[in-house]
């Protein structure tokens, strides 16, 4: 509390908090210094912090104010709440796909967040809308998407595939054929689409999960087949969904055999690029951009490849006027009081929220900075690094590849050869939670085909090749620790 407080005059509960903060102004100049160091967390922080009984017992004590507590001491509680969590930030964390913010978002939030600006239309943000909507030109022009192309800036991929699905059935589907609307996905596919279908109606059997190959893409031909056979019993195909970069295997369905598909059937091809359209940004493969331009629409999320602080993604379309025509709804309160440019589609018009904050200018920071060189770079680092760690798997003879490197995602899994394939699951399980237990890395386990494999995401911009050495150690000496403490069983 302040100690200035006059004892006559009316002090109001801001002042009363603004003088505080004078006071403490030291403290958190300080504290910007030490959050630096929770963005780049040290290789001996634990990976993984979980929860005990007793300790949610002391964190829901925290939860809910009381009275007024000292500024500095609720940083403290802050620090003890956050301590409970996955560092994904930490070099060894090869665990879900996003992770590794850079300081660089975590400033270009603090810019955002003090700005605040609206940027529901021009009307509030001119500025960074007008910048929103140049970025999306840009990235849309990087995955070779016509002038006629545009986007929006929403939370995650799962409300990019949300509005994909909604655009995709205004454009393709009579208001009558709604129920018998089909929608195909790969059987790799991310659940968020199935989920998204059912938040708009559609049920598990206007969902087709088409099966993918022995390198997880979706067979066209089994689409086409698929397709042929709903369109037989009456039903109202309307939607494929491609992956570029399914996530436990990276794996990109062939974009262009889908929207050759998709364009004969009169049907709307949506790209779930979530994770891996970043990848189009990559300095040594330019070749990775051109498949996406295929598409009718795009998700892409700048929260996992391009570094940035949750929840940054974007929805992409070819023709800008079908986000317009799904999402504009005439209203007197917003065509009188905010429509700057005319009749120009405004982002009211372009997507679910009124409200929402400059997600746009946190990306354009960190991309202004970093240049296109250097973001490109940063990008390669993962597809190489799980290159070199195939290979370098590949020389020995106690692990099998189970899914090939494929933008920055491998998996792997121990096997020397003479244990059935429910012993390896175990097993790798066990490998697995031991990394963890001993902090050398998170690396998680998925289920490929009935093998329990061990899956790492390495798009974090801190690795080397020099850890490619240190993880196959921490695994040759993982598996010999399990070996020592519990034997084989038969
Ligand atoms: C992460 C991911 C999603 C979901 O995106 P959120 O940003 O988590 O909502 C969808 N599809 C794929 C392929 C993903 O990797």
Known sequence: M??????????????????????????ILNLFDDLRNVIQPSPDEKLVQTTTDDDIKKLRALAAPSSALPLMGVVKEAYKIFDFRMRTNHPMFFGFVPSNATSLAWLGDVLVSAFNTHVGGHIAGSGPSTVET?????????????????????SGGSVANLMAIIVASDQILQQTDRSGGVIYISDQAHYSLAKMARILGFSEKNVRRIASDSRFRMQSQDLEHQIKQDRERGLKPFLIIGSYGCTETGAIDPIKELADIARGQDMWLHVDGAFGASATLSYSRPQLAKELSHAHSVSWDAHKWLFQTYGCGMLLVHDKAKLASTFRVKSDFIDH??????????????????????????????????????????????????????????????????????????????????????????????????????????????????????????????????????????????????????????
């Open 2 to 27: 302040s100690s200035t407080t006059p004892t006559h005059k009316t002090i109001t509960p801001l002042q009363d908090i603004e003088s505080e903060i004078d006071d403490q102004w030291g403290s």
């Open 134 to 154: 140049e970025l999306i030109e840009w990235l849309a022009s990087r995955i070779y998407f016509p002038p006629s192309s545009g986007g929006i800036f929403v």
């Open 337 to 490: 009081s905010g429509r700057v440019n005319g009749n120009a589609a405004e982002f009211w018009d372009l997507g679910i929220e009124l409200t929402r904050p400059s997600r746009a200018m946190s990306l354009w920071f960190t991309l202004r900075v970093l240049g296109i060189e250097r973001i490109g770079k940063m990008i390669d680092i993962g597809i190489d690094f799980t290159e070199t760690m195939q290979h370098a798997l590949e020389q020995l003879s106690d692990w099998e590849i189970v899914a090939p490197a494929t933008l920055a995602i491998l998996n792997f899994r121990y096997n020397p050869g003479n244990k059935t394939n429910e012993d390896l699951n175990n097993i790798n399980a066990r490998i697995s939670e031991a990394l963890a237990d001993y902090n050398d890395a998170a690396i998680f386990t998925v289920q490929l085909r009935g093998k329990t494999a061990l899956r790492m995401c390495c798009i974090n911009t801190k690795l080397v090749d020099e850890d490619i050495a240190n993880l196959v150690t921490f695994l040759n000496q993982t598996v010999a620790g399990l070996d020592a403490h519990c034997g084989t069983h038969d």
